[in-house]
C-alpha cells in the first residue's frame, strides 16, 4: 500500500504540473499539427511518395504520417519530463524523492508512468483534432493503440530519463535533447518508409532500422489498423528493458560517490 500510494502521489504531482504549464500542452498540439498540416504537403510533392497501410490500401501522406507525429509526441514528452528531473535535482526535491522508503526502481517506474500517461493524452487530443481535419482511422484502432502508446511511451520517457542520469547542469540538457530528439525523429519512419530511404542510402536505411524510435513508430501504425507487428514489439520491449535498466544505474547513489571521488 506504500508503494502504491507512493506511485499515485507522483503521477498526481506530475499531472498537476502538466495542467498548470499550459503552455506545454498548447506546444504539444502546434507542434505536431504543423508538421501535419504545413510540411506534408511539401514532403509529399517533393519525396513522391505512394504510400500503402499496413493492410495494403492505399492512404494519404497526411494519414500516413499521423502515427510519427504520435511518436512524437511521446519522444519530446518522455525529454520535457526528463528535463523536469534535472530541474528537480538542482532544486533539491529529487533528493527527497530518492531518499524515501520506496525502492528506487519503483520510483522511477511511477515517475516513467506519469510522464507516459501524460503523454498519452495529449496523443489522443492530436487524434482527435486531426479527426476533425478528416484524417480518421477505423473506429477500434484507437482503442488498440492504447497499449502501444503505453509501451512506446514508457521506452521513450526511459530514454529520457538514462539521458537525465548522466547531466547534471539544467543548462546542458537543451542540447543534449536536441542532439537526441532530431536525428531519432529524421531517422526512422516517421516521415518516410524505410523503402523510401533505401533509395537514397543503404546505411541511412540500417540506421534508421535500428533506431528503436522507428520501430515504436511502426507499434503505433499498425495499432492503429488493427495490426499486430510483433517484431516492432519486441524491439521496443528490449530497448525499454535497456533504457530502464541503465537509468536505474545513473541514478545509483553509489555510482555518483565513486564519480566524485574519481574526480
Given amino acids: 500500500m506504500g508503494a502504491l500510494r507512493a506511485m499515485v502521489a507522483i503521477i498526481a504531482r506530475e499531472a498537476l504540473r502538466f495542467f498548470m504549464q499550459r503552455s506545454r500542452f498548447i506546444a504539444a498540439l502546434v507542434r505536431p499539427l504543423v508538421w501535419l498540416i504545413v510540411f506534408a504537403a511539401g514532403f509529399r510533392a517533393a519525396l513522391g511518395l505512394s504510400i500503402t497501410a499496413p493492410y495494403q490500401t492505399y492512404i494519404t501522406y497526411e494519414i500516413y504520417i499521423v502515427p510519427g507525429l504520435c511518436g512524437m509526441i511521446q519522444l519530446f514528452n518522455g525529454m520535457q519530463s526528463s528535463l523536469s528531473l534535472v530541474y528537480d535535482r538542482e532544486m533539491g526535491s529529487m533528493r527527497l524523492l530518492l531518499t524515501s522508503p520506496q525502492p528506487r526502481w519503483w520510483l522511477l517506474l511511477s515517475k516513467l508512468l ?27 484502432g484507437y482503442v488498440a493503440v492504447l497499449p502501444a502508446l503505453i509501451i512506446s511511451g514508457l521506452m521513450l520517457g526511459a530514454l529520457g530519463l538514462l539521458l537525465s542520469s548522466t547531466i547534471r547542469q ?17 531517422l526512422s519512419t516517421a516521415l518516410y518508409p524505410l523503402w523510401k530511404m533505401a533509395e537514397a542510402s543503404t546505411l541511412l536505411r540500417d540506421i534508421c532500422a535500428f533506431n528503436p524510435f522507428t520501430h515504436a513508430v511502426e507499434l503505433i501504425r499498425f495499432a492503429l489498423y488493427l495490426e499486430w507487428n510483433p517484431w516492432a514489439l519486441t524491439w521496443v520491449m528490449l530497448a525499454f528493458a535497456m533504457f530502464l535498466a541503465g537509468s536505474i544505474l545513473g541514478y545509483d547513489p553509489g555510482k555518483a560517490l565513486i564519480m ?3 574526480r
Fill in 114 to 140: 506519469a510522464g507516459t500517461l501524460i503523454s498519452i493524452m495529449q496523443v489522443y487530443a492530436f487524434l482527435l483534432i486531426a479527426y476533425f481535419i478528416g484524417i480518421d482511422f477505423p473506429a477500434l
Fill in 170 to 186: 539544467l543548462e546542458n540538457f537543451a542540447g543534449v535533447m536536441n542532439f537526441v530528439i532530431f536525428p531519432m525523429f529524421f
Fill in 260 to 262: 566524485r571521488k574519481a
